[in-house]
């Protein structure tokens, strides 16, 4: 039943917008700001129905979607809303039938971690941060880290700690490489973003890599950073 509540639902948001676009293709017709208003608003509405579909496929849609709206400049609230579920779906949103999660698609989180790092503000670094501090898959929380390297933003430190709790969390029992390099790559840009300066909670994150269970090439990247972040003169 939901199912076609949902393809009413977008049935008539095609509808409403094949109308908007056609006064915007007729002779010499500009949309006017109510028009564009509309017209987005509608992106926004086909986007959230899309991304509640039961289908991955249908989720991937609205993800490609997103990343067309955000390089037009629509960073809405919208469209934080439907990444912010999207991201978390399967972990703090979750389906059962029969007790069997079915909502679980770590690539779509993947995928969503990276448009949040797209949309660059203070409210997409907040969804992020939860997605490193709730999230259970590695590939999943090493985009999240990634992309809060991206937006650069860490008053009160509260990036570089979930960064470094998630590096400490798996380095105990199961290190990651490729966390391991998000981590890295995401000091390196807080670092910059911060004319040079690197708290103590990172410095302490990257020795933990350089002297961790981690590939030659990583635990090499941790110490070339720590060297630089020594000197740093490249980040001024």
Do not use: C, H
């Not at 992309?147 to 990036?159: A, P, R």
């Amino acid at each position: 039943m939901a199912i076609f509540k949902r393809m009413f639902v977008l049935g008539v948001v095609f509808v409403m917008a094949a109308a908007v676009a056609t006064a915007q293709t007729a002779p010499g017709r500009a949309l006017t700001v109510e028009e564009s208003y509309l017209l987005e608003s509608i992106e926004a509405m086909i986007i959230r129905e899309q991304s509640r579909s039961p289908s991955r496929d249908m989720k991937m849609v609205a993800l490609e979607y997103i990343g067309d709206a955000i390089e037009r400049g629509n960073r809405g609230p919208e469209i934080l809303s439907t990444l912010e579920f999207l991201a978390l779906e399967g972990v703090r949103i979750q389906s059962r039938e029969s007790g069997r999660l079915i909502n679980n698609f770590p690539d779509v989180r993947v995928r969503a971690a990276t448009r949040l790092g797209q949309m660059g503000t203070a409210e997409a670094r907040d969804v992020l941060i939860s997605m490193v501090l709730a999230d259970n898959e590695p590939m999943v929380i090493a985009e999240a880290v990634r992309s809060l390297g991206v937006i650069g933003l860490n008053e009160n430190d509260v990036t570089a700690s979930a960064i470094s709790w998630a590096v400490a969390r798996f380095d105990i029992i199961n290190p990651d490489n490729l966390l391991a390099l998000s981590a890295l790559e995401a000091y390196e840009r807080l670092a910059v973003a911060s004319g040079g300066f690197i708290s103590p909670v990172a410095i302490s994150s990257i020795i933990r890599i350089a002297d961790g269970n981690y590939v030659r090439p990583v635990r090499d990247r941790a110490r070339a950073l720590l060297s630089e972040l020594r000197v740093g003169a490249a980040f001024r």
